[in-house]
């Protein structure tokens, strides 16, 4: 994104954090930003597409933190940690867009940002889920579904306790927090023998064939574009990634040692984040 479109959507969350998205003008955001109302038009066709891109510019950058700590060589306690950690950072830092969230109960969402929405609250379930994996083990795979339902639940407590009451809180202290509560609700669901009310086939019942379907689709379009400019390696690679992944049952150790080969390109990063994440792989 161009420097002058970034800060045009800074100055414009502060405004609408102050006065809300409906009440604030395009002049008033131009007036904001010591442009004229022409050259608003030259970054955005609208105040409706500086919304959706406000969305994908806080996202990437929240997302981008976290991939990053993948890059650290840490242990899934640690990467889980230190991800939840900067999760925590990240919202305090962004206040203003989540303010303008909670204030503004009426903005006029189109399907885009509708889609966009969805997309990012299942990523979450599968995000949570993923990490938990990683440190609880695959054989208690079937109760995570619900401890990381859970652990959303806790980390909206804080993050309302940040977020409404501006309070003063040790992002790594709460984030152990999270973790020490984890290790108490997958202990007590040892102990006691107890079955998860929320569990994987609860979870694929309410995941959206359409989710599912556009997600396929999102893999093979990205990898098609990129096999356009890849040495031939890595088109080999790419290749057989997309016919797995056109697979109706795509193997998890097909898709793992794939993607592993990729790993040591840079601008896949985010790209094997998401696809791990969604095969849980």
């Known amino acids: 994104m161009e420097p002058k479109s ?7 969350i502060k405004l609408f954090a102050k006065k809300g998205f409906s009440s604030t003008s395009v002049q008033e955001i131009a007036t904001q930003c010591g442009i004229s109302k022409g050259a608003f038009y030259l970054h955005f066709k609208s105040k409706d597409a500086l919304l959706m891109d406000i969305f994908h510019y806080y996202y990437d950058q929240i997302q ?14 640690q990467t889980f940690l230190k991800q939840m950690q900067v999760t925590y950072e990240e919202l305090a830092a962004h206040r203003d867009f989540i303010i303008m969230q909670i204030r503004e109960q009426a903005i006029p969402f189109n399907d885009n940002i509708e889609e966009f929405i969805n997309k990012t609250r299942l990523q979450s379930y599968l995000f949570y889920h993923y ?55 997958v202990e007590g669901f040892e ?91």
């Open 6 to 12: 970034t800060y045009i959507i800074e100055q414009s």
């Open 191 to 281: 102990k006691h023998n107890d079955q998860p009310v929320i569990n994987e086939s609860f979870i694929k019942n309410i995941l959206p064939d359409a989710f599912t379907d556009n997600r396929k689709k999102f893999f093979l379009e990205e990898l098609k574009t990129r096999k356009k400019e890849a040495d031939r390696d890595t088109a080999d690679t790419l290749t057989v990634l997309m016919e797995e992944i056109k697979r109706e049952e795509p193997r998890p150790a097909i898709l793992k040692a794939l993607a592993a080969n990729l790993e040591p390109l840079e601008d896949y990063k985010g790209f094997l984040q998401e696809l791990r994440l969604f095969y849980r792989i």
């Open 131 to 185: 990490h938990l994996r990683k440190i609880y083990g695959e054989d208690k795979e079937d109760i995570l579904w619900e401890v990381s339902l859970l652990m959303q639940g806790i980390l909206k407590g804080y993050m309302d306790l940040i977020i409404i009451e501006a309070a003063d809180v040790d992002y790594e202290a709460i984030s152990r927090s999270m973790l020490r509560y984890a290790d108490y609700i």
């Open 64 to 77: 981008g933190k976290i991939d990053s700590i993948n890059e650290l060589n840490l242990d899934a306690r």
